[in-house]
């Protein structure tokens, strides 16, 4: 029992990535709080957890939910000793989805052809302000947000681990998605800084950088782009929730005890730089 005893929060966990966290957490001992915007979901997955487990519906871009959060998990569990921020959204709205798909599809076809690129994405001068701080709101204000209040706990216990979920485009850019590149380049850097800040009190802070996983945020993708997402990873074969879920639970145990600031990216090859 890698966590036995410790608790752990974490955001977005009603489903895909953080649903597999929040349940290999619990197997492993932990006593899990289950963070996602809708309460249905968090409660199903706390219910799947099974033992001392709590689910908590809250907004992770708004501070004030936020803040109530963790006054919830203090009245609850006394303190937190796991934090793992994973909340996150992959598009802003159907309409702008639907035409960023429809373009990458039609480059990929292009490209196929042999023909070149002739048709230009054009995401960033069409990109609404609404849909730019709506990605930047729940991936790194949220991290934010979290880690603040998390860290008021683990000072007063005797440390405690972070595991931010950045993502493999922040180590190489996504052309179709700027806004979620930048909140994911973001998380890193802020991962860095805050490792460097709390080390002495003994609190770890690192990040995960997955590639392309099978989870509902990847579902909207077409039959196309998942084709060439397979073609571009040497491992021929898109990731699993569990896979994550495995690289989280040794950054957040003691087998990480000497890790910190640091990225991990279960990628399957895609990127290795």
């Known amino acids: 029992m890698r ?3 410790r608790i752990a929060l ?11 966290i929040a349940l290999r957490f619990a197997q492993e001992g932990a006593r899990v709080v289950v963070n996602d915007l809708r309460k249905d979901a968090a409660e199903e997955v706390a219910a799947a957890a099974g033992g001392r487990t709590l689910a908590v519906a809250a907004d992770v871009a708004d501070s004030a939910q936020v803040r109530a959060m963790f006054e919830q998990v203090e009245r609850a569990m006394g303190g937190l000793d796991v934090l793992v921020n994973n909340a996150g959204i992959g598009v802003t709205s159907t309409a702008e989805s639907r035409r960023v798909r429809e373009k990458i599809d039609a480059r990929i076809m292009e490209t196929v052809s042999g023909q070149g690129i002739q048709t230009h994405l054009d995401v960033t001068e069409h990109m609404t302000d609404e849909s730019w701080h709506r990605m930047i709101g729940v991936h790194l204000n949220g991290t934010f947000f979290c880690t603040r209040e998390a860290l008021k706990l683990m000072r007063r216990g005797k440390g405690g681990a972070i595991v931010n979920l950045s993502s493999v485009a922040a180590l190489m850019g996504l052309e179709n998605v700027p806004h979620y590149s930048a909140a994911k380049g973001g ?7 805050v490792a460097r800040e709390v080390a002495s009190r003994n609190i770890r802070v690192n990040a995960i950088c997955p590639g392309f996983i099978d989870t509902p ?38 087998e990480a005890s ?16």
């Open 187 to 193: 998380i890193l850097a802020f991962t860095r800084a």
């Open 217 to 254: 945020m990847t579902e909207p993708m077409s039959d196309l782009t998942r084709k060439a997402v397979l073609a571009r990873t040497p491992l021929g074969r898109w990731g699993t929730p569990d896979e994550i879920a495995a690289t989280a639970l040794f950054l957040a145990s003691d």
């Open 10 to 20: 974490v955001t977005g966990g009603g489903s895909g990535i953080g649903r597999a």
């Open 258 to 273: 000497f890790i910190t600031g640091q990225w991990l990216s279960p990628n399957g090859g895609l990127f290795t730089g």
């Open 3 to 5: 966590l036995q005893d």
